[in-house]
Protein backbone atom coordinates (compact mmCIF):
# COMPACT_ATOMS: atom_id res chain seq x y z
CA UNK A 1 0.00 0.00 0.00
CA UNK A 2 1.28 3.19 -0.84
CA UNK A 3 -0.93 5.81 1.18
CA UNK A 4 -2.18 5.44 4.35
CA UNK A 5 -5.33 7.18 5.64
CA UNK A 6 -4.74 8.66 8.88
CA UNK A 7 -7.02 10.55 11.75
CA UNK A 8 -9.60 13.06 10.41
CA UNK A 9 -9.40 16.59 11.92
CA UNK A 10 -12.36 18.57 11.74
CA UNK A 11 -13.14 17.64 7.87
CA UNK A 12 -10.04 16.75 6.88
CA UNK A 13 -8.29 13.25 6.68
CA UNK A 14 -4.61 13.01 6.92
CA UNK A 15 -2.78 10.69 4.23
CA UNK A 16 0.64 9.60 4.68
CA UNK A 17 3.15 8.05 2.37
CA UNK A 18 4.17 4.45 3.11
CA UNK A 19 7.68 3.36 4.12
CA UNK A 20 7.90 1.90 0.41
CA UNK A 21 7.43 5.16 -1.02
CA UNK A 22 9.28 7.64 0.90
CA UNK A 23 12.29 5.76 0.67
CA UNK A 24 11.49 5.79 -3.82
CA UNK A 25 11.00 9.22 -3.14
CA UNK A 26 14.12 9.76 -0.89
CA UNK A 27 16.13 7.82 -4.05
CA UNK A 28 15.14 9.22 -6.90
CA UNK A 29 14.32 12.97 -5.50
CA UNK A 30 10.86 14.31 -4.94
CA UNK A 31 10.41 15.50 -8.82
CA UNK A 32 10.47 12.06 -10.11
CA UNK A 33 7.78 10.58 -11.93
CA UNK A 34 6.84 7.49 -10.02
CA UNK A 35 3.99 6.91 -12.77
CA UNK A 36 3.07 9.14 -15.69
CA UNK A 37 -0.81 8.29 -17.53
CA UNK A 38 -1.80 9.76 -20.89
CA UNK A 39 -5.91 10.61 -21.92
CA UNK A 40 -7.14 11.25 -24.67
CA UNK A 41 -8.94 14.67 -24.05
CA UNK A 42 -11.33 14.34 -26.84
CA UNK A 43 -12.73 10.98 -25.00
CA UNK A 44 -16.62 11.12 -25.44
CA UNK A 45 -18.33 11.51 -22.36
CA UNK A 46 -20.10 8.34 -22.05
CA UNK A 47 -16.34 6.71 -22.21
CA UNK A 48 -14.86 8.86 -19.70
CA UNK A 49 -15.50 6.43 -16.97
CA UNK A 50 -13.84 3.80 -18.52
CA UNK A 51 -10.43 5.48 -19.87
CA UNK A 52 -10.18 7.28 -16.24
CA UNK A 53 -9.89 3.71 -15.16
CA UNK A 54 -7.89 2.50 -17.95
CA UNK A 55 -5.47 4.96 -16.75
CA UNK A 56 -5.47 4.89 -13.36
CA UNK A 57 -4.73 0.92 -13.96
CA UNK A 58 -1.89 1.76 -16.23
CA UNK A 59 -0.42 4.22 -13.82
CA UNK A 60 -0.30 1.64 -11.08
CA UNK A 61 1.32 -1.08 -12.77
CA UNK A 62 4.24 1.26 -13.61
CA UNK A 63 4.47 2.51 -10.51
CA UNK A 64 4.23 -1.21 -8.52
CA UNK A 65 7.05 -2.33 -11.44
CA UNK A 66 8.89 0.83 -10.26
CA UNK A 67 8.44 -0.24 -6.68
CA UNK A 68 9.58 -3.34 -6.34
Known sequence: MW??????????KNIYLSPILKEYLKKN??????AVGTI???TP???QPQAG???????AEEAKAKLG
Not at 3 to 12: I, T, Y
Not at 29 to 34: R, Y
Open 3 to 12: LDAGEVKGSM
Open 45 to 47: AED
Open 29 to 34: GPDANL
Open 53 to 59: KDMWEGM
Open 40 to 42: DQN
